[in-house]
């Protein structure tokens, strides 16, 4: 088990192709208390999201990159939302429609940046 961010973040998303059933509440809700900062978003289907400011644009789009490069890196994308110096990124895993461990693994990934 899991017990921490940095625990989490060196983890590596497996694939996932459906046929499984998305995360239950009791596991969400311990997943969340690691990756403090991202909310859980429940609009029919569960998803994580946060929001990153940072000085500027030319800042916010070197973090897009980096988290785009991450994302190929470990074949798992967000949802990204971008304006002006704001990010927001959210994560579900579109084959479960709902969450995953991956998306956990890439929430203390991309707070590791």
Known sequence: MVKSRKDLATLTCVPCRGGIPPLETTKISEMMSIVPGWTLKREG????E???????FK???TFVNK???LANEQDHHPD???HWNEVT?????HAIKG?????FI???KIDEI
């Open 106 to 108: 890439m929430a203390a």
């Open 80 to 82: 990204i939302f971008i």
């Open 59 to 61: 800042k916010a789009m």
């Open 99 to 103: 969450l995953h461990d991956n998306d």
């Open 67 to 69: 988290v785009a490069d």
């Open 89 to 93: 990124l959210t994560f579900y895993t």
């Open 45 to 48: 289907i569960d998803k994580i």
């Open 50 to 56: 946060k929001e990153f400011k940072f000085k500027n």
